[in-house]
């Protein structure tokens, strides 16, 4: 773009471009340290110490969606590894956990009429207000999975909030009852009761392009 243009560029992923979008528009506006997670398809993240976006020394800082929550558990395909929050807590995960759930176990199930390549987490999601409760136990591993996942991040960096954002969110209490529970279970008492867990106030569309240009104002000054 530099050399098209002639203009200054500056680059960063869309997850890091979020959090920085949260810092100046959203939910994080006025903290200093806060760990933001998308959840979508995948999951991603971008985390601000000290007003300050960690990059690390090469620029890949941040892929907490990828850090082993259960050590040999589900096999991630697009990386190799076993047992990755992003295994678990993406949309994607939570389509495979309903799959896994509906093949051991007999209960009723709403889920059970819905064709395998239809389901997904928002059919999860319509089963679960509905009442079933199977569906209900499918947000409810997925929210303990997800608590313990920022319970050791906060345990690392001591955050002020973390920050969810994505379609995932969209189940509210579903999701962040058993999140919160599960995050503060796995916290040491000097950090229970002390971080918040909030959703993004930006809309999808518009939080990478915020926080990128926001960068770019950075950039400028």
Do not use: C
């Not at 690390?56 to 990828?66: K, N």
């Not at 690392?156 to 995050?183: C, H, N, Q, V």
């Amino acid at each position: 773009m530099q050399n098209r243009f002639q203009l200054p560029a500056v680059l960063t992923n869309d997850a890091n471009a979020a959090a920085i979008g949260e810092m100046m528009y959203g939910a994080a506006k006025g903290m200093k340290d806060f760990i933001m997670i998308t959840l979508g398809t995948g999951v991603g993240s971008g985390i601000v110490a000290n007003g300050k976006l960690i990059y690390g020394h090469d620029g890949f800082a941040g892929e907490l969606g990828h850090t082993i929550i259960i050590p040999e558990g589900r096999l991630h395909e697009g990386t190799g590894k076993k047992g990755s929050l992003e295994s678990y807590a993406s949309a994607t995960g939570v389509m495979l956990t309903a799959l896994e759930k509906l093949q051991s176990h007999d209960e009723p199930s709403l889920l059970r009429g819905i064709p395998k390549e239809k389901l997904d987490s928002r059919t999860v999601y319509d089963a679960a207000i509905q009442g079933d409760e199977l569906a209900k136990e499918i947000f409810d591993f997925t929210g303990g999975i997800l608590g313990l996942a920022p319970a050791n991040f906060v345990m690392f960096s001591s955050p002020e909030a973390i920050i969810l954002f994505g379609g995932l969110t969209k189940a509210g209490d579903l999701i962040l009852k058993p999140t919160r529970e599960a995050m503060e279970a796995n916290l040491i008492q000097v950090f229970q009761n002390k971080v918040k867990i909030l959703i993004s106030h930006l809309k999808e569309s518009d939080a990478a392009i915020l926080g990128a240009s926001a960068l770019v104002w950075d950039m400028k000054a």
